[in-house]
């Protein structure tokens, strides 16, 4: 499988601040896809990252919040605007590869904010 | 909207005893896949199941998808403390589709 690598591992941030968070696949990927996650919980999708288009987000999440890029096959970016303490969480990404059912996952991004 | 419900949610058990997690859905699914993640880490592909009736077996683990391709579940035979962690299980409608998440079981295993 591919190896993903997420960058910063963590933070802590003030609110009101924006954090860009980066996703490395190691791979040209077919499917890109960030995700949400309190800690010991389930995972909540926030977007699929379409490459060379807008992202394609889920029910409660919009770009203006949380805008994505993906300028290549390997590589996405999220970005958490204006954070609030609610903002706190793990950020995760993750991808498929060709037409594969399965799903890898980052080691993830611990995001706190202050 | 496809839901996952999974079950139990919390899970604390001795070492050497068995168990199994249940993922149930009304609405059928193409594939069927299983993680476990660990504190500080990203979840962990376990096993993909895409056949009604399929069982997969991983060492102690036994991974079964339903004949319906609704419910699926994971055995864990004599447990060890190693296998404490997050386990989710995960559907997808369709191959390269984004994932509907149970929500998820916390095990622990005490030596």
């Known amino acids: 499988s591919a190896v993903i690598s997420q960058k910063p591992s963590r933070d802590i941030c003030q609110r009101g601040t924006s954090l860009t968070i980066q996703c490395q696949v190691d791979s040209q990927v077919t499917m890109m896809f960030w995700y949400r996650q309190q800690p010991g919980q389930s995972l909540t999708l926030i977007a699929t990252a379409n490459q060379g288009s807008e992202a394609t987000y889920e029910s409660g999440f919009v770009i203006d919040k949380f805008p994505i890029s993906r300028p290549n096959l390997t590589f996405s970016t999220l970005t958490v605007s204006n954070m609030s303490p609610e903002d706190s969480s793990i950020y995760l990404c993750?991808?498929?590869?060709?037409?594969?059912?399965?799903?890898?996952f980052g080691p993830g991004t611990r995001l706190t904010v202050t | 909207t496809q839901l996952l419900e999974q079950s139990p949610q919390f899970l604390s058990i001795q070492e050497g005893e068995n168990l199994t997690v249940y993922c149930n859905s009304s609405s059928v699914f193409s594939s069927l896949q299983w993680y476990r993640q660990e504190p500080g880490e990203g979840p962990v592909l376990l096993v993909t199941?895409?056949?009604?009736?399929e069982v997969k077996k991983l060492k102690r683990l036994t991974f079964q998808f339903g004949d319906a391709r609704k419910d699926s579940s994971l055995h864990i035979t004599a447990a060890q403390p190693g296998d404490t962690g997050l386990y989710l299980c995960?559907?997808?409608?369709?191959?390269?589709?984004?994932?509907?998440f149970g929500e998820g079981t916390q095990l622990t295993v005490n030596p």
């Open positions: 199941v895409v056949t009604g009736g």
């Open positions: 993750s991808m498929i590869a060709g037409s594969s059912y399965e799903q890898y």
């Open positions: 995960a559907g997808a409608e369709t191959s390269g589709s984004r994932l509907t």
